[in-house]
Every structure is written in C-alpha cells, then in structure tokens.
C-alpha cells in the first residue's frame, strides 16, 4: 500500500469494529466481484472465508456481524452457492465462499467450485486475508490440507478458525486443535477457537483480523 499511512494519523487504516454492515452483491464469476473503496480511495481490505461445506462459515459471518440472516446459512451442506461480498465499515468487504467437499458431490459441482474460488483467489488484488474454518470435531481432510497448502503457495496471511467448539469438552478442543495444526503443518498460522451458539471467539477474531489490517496498512 505504498507509504499513504504515514502522512497522518488518519490516514492509516480504520480497524474494524463490526457497526456498519451491509450486504453488497453476489457473483459467479469473480470478475464481477465488486470494486469498493473506502474515502481514502483505498482499495478495501478483503477477507474471505472458506472451508469445508457446512464447517459454518455463514454462520460465523452473521455471528460477526450480529446479523440473523444478513448470510443464508443451512443444516445441509451446499447452501452457499456464490461468492457474496459484504461491506463491513465502509473498510472492508468479507466473502462468503462456498464450502468444498461435502460427500454426496458429484464432479461437475467440485469443478464449478474450483472454477469459481482458485481464481479468485489467485487473482484477485484486493484480497488481504484468508479465514480457512476447521470443525473442531474433525481431522482435516485432503481437501483442507490441499486447500491450505495452496492459500500459503500464493502468499496470502491466513487464519485459522476452529468451529464448533460448543460440542466438545475444554480438553478435547485443545486436543483437537494441536492434531490439526500438526496434521496441516500450520503451526505458524493463527488460530482462534469460534461457536456461534455459545458466543465464543468474536472478539478474539476481530482482533486478530485487526492486527492483520495494521501489519498492512
Ligand atoms: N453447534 C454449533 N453449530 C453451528 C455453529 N456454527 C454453525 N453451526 C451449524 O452448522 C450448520 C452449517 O452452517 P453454515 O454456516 O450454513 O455452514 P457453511 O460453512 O456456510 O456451509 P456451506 O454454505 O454449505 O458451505 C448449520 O446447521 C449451523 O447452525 C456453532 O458454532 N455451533
Ligand atoms: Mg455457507
């Protein structure tokens, strides 16, 4: 972002607070993704979510945004279809991505997914930070592995987010969690523990995505 924050105090980013959000459009085709500017002219920071279907990332976003039903969400796997923006204090935007292998996919739909997400994020400039979710539950599966491999070939700073953490005891969830970073060798990558249900890990996570935010602008 070249030196604009060094000018003045007000130049530098806006950390987020999560008061003004608002939903911007949805696409297909990442090229349509919105260009949205904040009132320094400057590109908005992006984040996208992603993970495995039904992991909970439209949930964690009307969580974050204290929203019911701002992200459709569902019981059964497949329910986000399109990449969809969302405008969170005129800063940044967050996308909600459509999750990946979910058992019952048949090829073709595994193909529309990657013909939908790999580009966009290898291409688009925009995105800042990538939030990969992980049920707490579960081991990763080849498809996370595969999926947080990539993330980090492109160079793009991820979190890891582990869901769910409602339906597991305190030392189950710390059990869980060593297994997983061992299993995706992500032990530099950090993470924070979410449930939607009983309100665990917001503020944590705003924090994180905030320091993110100040190591870039
Ligand atoms: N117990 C519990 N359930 C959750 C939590 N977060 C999400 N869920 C449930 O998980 C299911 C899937 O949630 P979604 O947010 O739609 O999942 P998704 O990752 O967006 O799924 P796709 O759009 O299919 O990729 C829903 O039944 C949610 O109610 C949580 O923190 N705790
Ligand atoms: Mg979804």
Redesign the pocket.
Known sequence: MGNHGKLSLNQSMKKLVFKSISFVKSCSDWKKSPSLKDDQGRPYFEVAVA?R????????LNHLFRSKNLVK???K????RLLNFFDVDQTAAFCDL??YGFAKVTEKMRSSWQQMIEPYIEKRESLELVLLLLDIRRNPSEQDIQFFEWVKHQDLPMLIVF??V??VSKSEKVKQMKKNIEKLGSSETPHVY????KNVGRKELIFEINRKIEAWG
């Not at 979410?194 to 249900?197: F, K, L, P």
């Open positions: 993970g279907s039904n992991v909970g990332k439209s949930s964690l969400t569902s019981s796997p497949g329910k986000t459509p999750g869901t769910k409602d339906k979410y449930s939607t249900t």
